[in-house]
C-alpha cells in the first residue's frame, strides 16, 4: 500500500456477495430510466456534461458511446450498453450500502492505518465483450486463434 498506492485483498467478499452484486449490477441495467436520461460515458468530454458533474449524491447511467441512437434509443441490450452507473450506490442502494460500510471494510481502513476514511464515490462498471471492449475483445480472439494456428 505504502510502496504502490493499493493493496489487493484476495476472497474479500464471498462467492454468495459476488453473485449477489452482480445480479444488483443487472436489475440496475434492466431499470434504466428512459431516454431523457441517457449519458454516453467519455473520459475527455465529462468535465462538460451537466449530468456527470451532478451525479455525485445519486445514481446515474453512463452508456457507452456506439451504445445510442441519435434520438437517445439503445440500439443493444441495456446491460452490454451500460458503460457504469455511480456515483453513490454506497449511499443510496441498500446492497451496495450494506457492503460498502461493513465491518470487514472498517477493519481494513483501521488495518491500513487510515484516520478519518471517506467514500467519495462508487461504481458498476459493466465490463463485457460488448461495444466499448469489442474490437479489443475480437482482436485477443484473433490472436488467440493465430498461435493456436502456429502450434499445429
Known amino acids: 500500500m ?21 445480479k444488483a449490477g443487472d436489475e440496475l441495467a434492466d431499470t434504466a430510466p428512459e431516454r431523457e436520461h441517457r449519458t454516453v460515458f467519455s473520459t475527455t468530454q465529462q468535465c462538460k456534461d451537466r449530468y456527470f458533474i451532478e451525479s455525485a449524491d445519486r445514481i446515474s447511467y453512463f452508456y457507452e458511446k456506439d451504445a445510442l441512437a441519435e434520438d437517445g434509443s439503445l440500439l443493444v441490450e441495456p446491460r452490454v450498453a451500460l ?13 451496495f450500502k450494506r ?54
Open 2 to 22: 505504502e510502496r504502490d498506492g493499493f493493496a489487493v485483498i484476495e476472497n474479500f467478499l464471498s462467492p454468495a456477495e459476488v453473485e449477489e452484486l452482480r
Open 83 to 95: 458503460n457504469k452507473v455511480g456515483h453513490a450506490l454506497h449511499e443510496l442502494h441498500p446492497l
Open 99 to 152: 457492503i460498502t460500510l461493513s465491518d470487514r471494510v472498517r477493519e481494513v481502513c483501521w488495518q491500513m492505518k487510515m484516520k478519518r476514511p471517506v467514500v467519495a464515490q462508487s461504481m458498476y462498471i459493466y465490463k463485457n465483450p460488448g461495444l466499448g471492449s469489442i474490437g479489443e475483445y475480437l482482436l485477443t480472439r484473433l490472436k488467440n486463434a493465430a498461435e493456436s494456428v502456429k502450434r499445429l
